[in-house]
């Protein structure tokens, strides 16, 4: 007996606790019986959807909700009400969108179970432009978020318009055909475009003043009556300040083929480790915009002076003036020559200010030599600011460590690494028997004053007897160059000139809150309910259309003793909904039939859900809703704290107003 | 104007641009940003010409977005008035409700007193309460709160009279009250409803409203309501009838820019200039008619329209009101004045609606500069 007592009562706690846990979970599928909120009996409250992405599908640039219902609360015809719905916040740029004017009007739409639609849209141009009429792109979407009419009309300035969704009549006067949207809902949007029906792209605006009615003439006389919702064309001129590099493909992120980079003697490309015998790693770009080019750890420069390929003194490249039989002074006498100099110049560029030339250089030696030959790698900075080229700076390197750069100073002291590498770049494979130095980084060249420049990597070998004779062969030499960077900075301007195309500066504006808010209330128990979602992104090009997008909406809902239900969550592009089995669906609503009491009473509140009467619907609109899945206890978490953010991110306002007392 | 097109667009999807993607991501960041500068920014250029002092002139014209004040109109005059709070946040908020009534009248101010009703309530997280304007409960009442701060409501006679409501927020989480209203009108059978008005904190600057009418299903009567207040204290506000607003100039061109007048057009853009007209809380300036076409609901024998020397072709069937701010009148230099406009259409016989009127959005900062085609 107590061992069957002890298993009651364990079964009993099970039930509470399961009781307790799922309290908060959905009670029946968003959707369910044309409802937001099926199996919920609350007739005042609120109902809170929170906007998620919907994975998968395309997220709106417009999430707008209305929330509606018709009762008979005099007791007589039915009546009704319509606005918006309340969000967390619209957009920086259009805080108040229901009640100013703007570039886009967005409103629902239905000819559906006896409702017509009227719009009236206004060119209601101020006394800030002297003359503003807009072509106009009408766009009407059915609630599969099908575009099913679109059409184009004028307005003047100071015109007004009603469009009839019984029987539409532009303003141009046109009769346009509609009788594809007798029967069907949906959304409309009206767009402020430069030209109509090309280009029609939407334009900066912001005149367009909208207010849609819906007057239900089925089984009573009712009208609901809202503002429409008002996008603002947001275009400004930006001024952005970015790094540039004078020194083009100066990480040779452009891969072998190094262009601009231009050989004008000798033997030179660009080469990866694929191109060296021990895979030499480029090195990485150290800073500016190269550096974001992932080719740029990949590449770098390469230059041979060979024997193979017999190129001469020094002739300077595209600089002439500069040629010469000895680079590297100070390492033969007069008469002497250097010979099988290879030239590399970069394009030439304009600074406006002194500069520095950052670069890495790692020095590929010759066989280590039983009479030394200098050879020598160079890295210059030509000026050719006036037309006559000099030297700005070089610097040179070789195995000794002596000599002179052509704009002087002494070699840097190369020391090789003794091993043998292989090179295939140049238009040629080959050996460089003395080994290779360590990379010199981030070596540095002034440039002292404004003017014109380029950037040379040389390399030369020895062209007397001894390095040439028979008993010595004058071997390979090389350099690799990497991170060639003259960094300066250039404004750019974008510019907007009224025409929207969706860039940075020119667009309609964003309205997608994260938080919808829905009030209702039925005084008398039960009433009809039209909730509306309207989601779409905009394509700006070639002309402005919108297209069906999609939120995934977690529904919840609050009552006047501030119970809070969780409803589950659907993908929505297109819905209308009812709210739930107090506030059904307004097409299944037929009225009270007791005579009504207004206002609320001072009894004790009921907690937890009471039976009410039950109108079942036949279903609700929005082909595009997907059904969703029971809500989870974190989403009840979530929708109790996300209302948090922005409170949080406002919080002193409050305290600044009152400082301003 | 009699030609049309209809056209088809084959249209490639666009990704939507890095700066509207980063203004999803951070614009609670940007507002208080904004915040923080807008005392520098905003506030000095809503002085309003003609305004003396150092006054400005909110609009109060947020029906989108939680604030910390709310203001609803009401209307008993064979109607009923209900009205909706809600606190969103997840916190207790206490509010002040403060009930302004237009129609009392005294020996002294026989057009109207502009009395005042007022009580604190308490709504716990996620609250919600409707209150009938002719039988007041507060919200603490209907839930049975506990809170010290709790107060029953007054029982005043607010029957066959008009007038506005504000809820302050006195304590609690900023931003989290919403509310609505309707209206029900007994004998038209119609209803008003509408999300109540809040303060704009981004300090819309815009001094031009307007204000679309039309003839479907036959709207021939209208509401123009202006709701004119000052701000006495952060939970508190004060109106009466020498707090008030002027639309229109009386001079130049009225597009000027400077002196605008205010305008009445008809479907065929056809313009009538009126006379200047003003708003407060007293009988006859607080709830007007558009013009003789389409008289005041309730006050249809009081001379009160907004354009009274204007009658529309009975064929007409839309049209809108051009309304400039002209000037304010208040009591106090030193607090700020507030504005905020209803405006309902029925038919007087069954169908009806109101709502916020409409701001035009002001792009002085950045003009365009296309130019459409010729027609």
Redesign the interface.
């Given at each position: 007996m107590i061992s069957k007592l002890r298993f009651s009562l364990i079964a009993v706690i099970m039930l509470v606790l399961l009781g307790f846990g799922f309290q908060n979970q959905a009670q029946a599928q968003v959707g369910t019986d044309g409802l937001f909120c099926p199996a919920v009996p609350d007739t005042t409250g609120w109902l809170e959807v929170n906007v998620e992405a919907a994975p998968a599908l395309p997220f709106p640039d417009f999430s707008g909700a209305l929330i509606g219902s018709v009762d008979s609360l005099i007791g007589g015809p039915l009546h009704g009400g319509m606005d918006w719905q309340h969000v967390d916040f619209t957009s920086f740029f259009s805080p108040t969108p229901t009640n100013e004017t703007g570039s886009q009007i967005v409103s629902w739409w239905t000819q559906k179970d006896g409702r017509n639609t009227s719009l009236q849209v206004t060119n209601a141009i101020g006394n800030q432009t002297p003359d503003a009429g807009t072509w106009v792109h009408v766009h009407i979407f059915d609630e599969n978020c099908v575009e099913i009419r679109n059409f184009c009309d004028f307005y003047t300035e100071f015109d007004t318009h009603v469009y009839n969704f019984g029987d539409i009549i532009s303003n141009l006067g046109v009769d346009e055909a509609d009788a594809n949207l007798q029967g069907k809902e949906g959304f409309v949007t009206v767009t402020a475009v430069d030209n109509c029906p090309t280009p029609g792209q939407a334009v900066e605006h912001d005149y367009l003043a909208g207010n849609t009615f819906v007057k239900s003439v089925a089984s009573s006389d009712y009208m609901y009556g809202f503002a429409t919702y008002h996008r603002e064309g947001v275009c400004f001129d930006i001024t952005t300040t970015t790094t540039v590099n004078l020194v083009l493909n100066g990480s040779f992120q452009n891969g072998l083929n190094f262009s601009p980079w231009l050989t004008n003697q000798g033997n030179a490309s660009g080469v990866n480790s694929a191109s060296i015998s021990d895979g030499t790693v480029p090195i990485p770009a150290a800073s500016g915009p190269d550096a974001a080019n992932p080719n740029s750890n990949l590449f770098m420069g390469f230059a041979v002076s060979s024997v193979v390929d017999t190129s001469g003194i020094y002739g300077g490249g595209p600089f002439t003036e500069l040629a010469r039989p000895q680079l590297v002074t100070g390492l033969q006498v007069p008469g002497e020559f250097q010979t099988n100099v290879t030239v590399v110049t970069s394009n030439i560029f304009v600074t406006d200010e002194s500069k520095t030339l950052f670069y890495d250089l790692s020095f590929l030696s010759p066989e280590v030599d039983i009479v030394p030959c200098e050879n020598y790698a160079v890295v210059c900075v030509i000026d050719d600011t006036t037309g006559v080229a000099n030297f700005e700076a070089c610097r040179c390197y070789n195995s000794v460590g002596q000599g002179n750069a052509p704009s002087g100073g002494q070699c840097t002291l190369a020391t090789n690494d003794g091993d043998t590498y292989s090179v295939v770049g140049g238009g040629g494979n080959f050996m460089f028997d003395g080994g290779r130095s360590g990379f010199f980084q981030n070596e540095q060249l002034s440039i002292n004053n404004p003017g014109t420049y380029a950037v040379q990597f040389i390399t030369g070998q020895m062209g007397d007897v001894a390095c040439t004779d028979n008993t010595v062969v004058n071997n390979n030499t090389g350099a690799f160059v990497d991170n060639f960077r003259v960094l300066d900075t250039v404004e750019e301007t974008l510019f907007c000139d009224g025409i929207l195309d969706g860039s940075d500066n020119a667009f309609l504006d964003v309205i997608v809150p994260n938080v919808f808010a829905g009030q209702f209330d039925a005084q008398n128990g039960s009433a009809g309910a039209d909730v509306v979602h309207i989601n779409f992104y905009d394509e700006y090009l070639p002309s402005y259309t919108p297209q069906a997008a999609y939120i995934n909406a977690v529904v919840g809902i609050w009552n006047d003793v501030e119970k809070f239900t969780s409803c589950g969550e659907l993908p929505v592009c297109f819905v209308r909904l009812g709210i739930d089995e107090a506030l059904i669906l307004s097409d299944n609503f037929v009225g009270p039939t007791t005579a009504p009491t207004l206002g609320p009473t001072t009894a004790p509140p009921t907690l937890g859900p009471t039976s009410t009467p039950t109108n079942r619907p036949s279903g609700g609109s929005g082909s595009c809703a997907i059904a969703g899945n029971p809500v989870q206890l974190g989403t009840a978490f979530a929708n109790v704290l996300i209302p948090l953010v922005p409170v949080a991110f406002v919080f002193g306002i409050r305290a600044m107003r009152r400082r301003k007392k | 104007?009699?030609?049309?097109?209809?056209?088809?667009?084959t249209?490639?999807?666009?990704k939507?641009?890095?700066?509207?993607d980063i203004?999803?991501k951070i614009?609670?960041?940007?507002?208080?940003a904004?915040?923080l500068v807008l005392?520098m920014l905003v506030l000095p250029t809503q002085s309003i010409a003609g305004g003396p002092g150092g006054n400005v002139l909110p609009l109060v014209?947020?029906?989108?977005?939680?604030v910390?004040r709310l203001i609803y109109y009401w209307d008993t005059r064979d109607r009923?008035t209900?009205f909706?709070l809600?606190n969103?946040?997840?916190s207790t908020i206490v509010v002040h409700v403060q009930i302004f009534n237009v129609g009392s009248t005294t020996v002294d101010q026989p057009f109207g007193s502009c009395e005042e009703v007022n009580w604190d309530d308490v709504y716990?997280?996620?609250?919600?309460?409707?209150?009938?304007i002719?039988?007041l409960?507060s919200n603490c009442?209907?839930?049975?709160l506990p809170d010290a701060e709790c107060e029953s409501a007054p029982n005043p006679d607010l029957s066959n009279s008009y007038g506005f409501v504000s809820i302050s927020?006195i304590s609690g989480?900023?931003?989290?009250m919403?509310?609505?209203f309707?209206i029900?009108?007994?004998p038209g059978?119609?209803?008003?409803?509408?999300?109540a008005?809040g303060e704009?904190?981004?300090g819309?600057d815009?001094t031009?409203f307007?204000l679309?009418f039309?003839n479907?299903?036959g709207n021939n009567l209208s509401d123009v309501v202006g709701i004119v207040y000052e701000e006495t204290?952060?939970d508190t506000v004060f109106a009466a009838p020498f707090i008030s607003i002027a639309f229109g100039g009386n001079s130049g061109d009225?597009?000027?820019?400077f002196n605008?007048q205010v305008h009445i057009?008809d479907?065929f853009?056809d313009?009538t200039s009126c006379s200047p007209t003003f708003f407060d809380c007293s009988i006859g300036n607080f709830n007007r008619g558009i013009d003789n076409s389409i008289p005041n609901s309730k006050q249809a024998a009081l001379n009160n329209r907004i354009c009274n020397d204007s009658t529309l072709s009975e064929s007409n069937?839309?049209?809108?009101l051009?309304l400039?701010v002209n000037r304010f009148d208040f009591e106090d230099p030193e607090e700020d004045v507030f504005f905020v406009g209803f405006l309902g259409?029925n038919n007087g016989n069954?169908?009806?609606?109101?709502?916020?009127?409409?701001?035009?959005?002001?792009?002085?900062?950045?003009p365009?500069?296309?130019e459409?085609?010729e027609?």
């Open positions: - | 104007m009699n030609k049309g097109n209809i056209i088809n667009n249209i490639t999807r666009r939507g641009s890095m700066l509207q203004m999803s614009k609670y960041l940007l507002v208080l904004f915040l005392p014209d947020q029906t989108d977005t939680g910390n009923d209900l909706q809600t969103t946040s997840t716990t997280k996620g609250d919600t309460h409707v209150y009938d002719e039988n409960v009442t209907a839930d049975q927020l989480d900023d931003f989290a919403i509310g609505l309707r029900l009108d007994g059978g119609y209803e008003y409803r509408t999300n008005a704009d904190f981004f819309d815009t031009d307007i679309n039309n479907v299903d204290d952060f009225p597009f000027d820019g605008p057009f479907e853009e313009g069937d839309a049209g809108w051009f400039p259409l069954g169908t009806g609606s109101m709502d916020s009127w409409l701001s035009s959005e002001d792009d002085d900062d950045i365009p500069t296309f459409p085609s027609i």
